[in-house]
Nanobody, 119 residues
Framework: QVKLVESGGGLAQAGQSLRLSCVAT????????MGWYRHTLGSQRELVAQ???????DYAESVKGRFTISRDNANNTVFLQMDSLKPEDTAAYYC?????????????WGLGTQVTVSS
């Protein structure tokens, strides 16, 4: 069974940094795009950043210049380096990945990791 496991969330003060990790485990043949989304109470889940299998990245305008997404293909892992954190970055962050296992390409989601930024 393929699954995504996030880690690295926690508490931080405004201006500080956190680094999120997401590891894909299970019977995996290949992974295409991987990304990070976030969700707060009262708002829909939004894309924070995504990265292709070759390393091309896209960012939400609100995090551009502050967050950096990267991946380690050998270890089926994607990272989100979050610098210059702001209180508005507070949210549950979810990892998403397009994965090919024994069957067809399938979208998988992690269970989320909470990020809380104090002012």
């Amino acid at each position: 069974q393929v699954k995504l496991v996030e880690s690295g969330g926690g508490l931080a003060q405004a201006g500080q940094s956190l680094r999120l990790s997401c590891v894909a485990t299970g019977s995996i043949v290949a992974i295409n795009t991987m990304g990070w989304y976030r969700h707060t109470l009262g708002s829909q889940r939004e894309l924070v950043a995504q990265i292709s299998s070759r390393g091309s990245a896209d960012y939400a305008e609100s995090v551009k210049g502050r967050f950096t997404i990267s991946r380690d293909n050998a270890n089926n892992t994607v990272f989100l380096q979050m610098d210059s954190l702001k209180p508005e970055d507070t949210a549950a962050y979810y990892c998403k990945a397009d994965i090919k296992g024994w069957g067809p390409w399938t979208i998988y989601w992690g269970l989320g990791t909470q990020v809380t930024v104090s002012s």
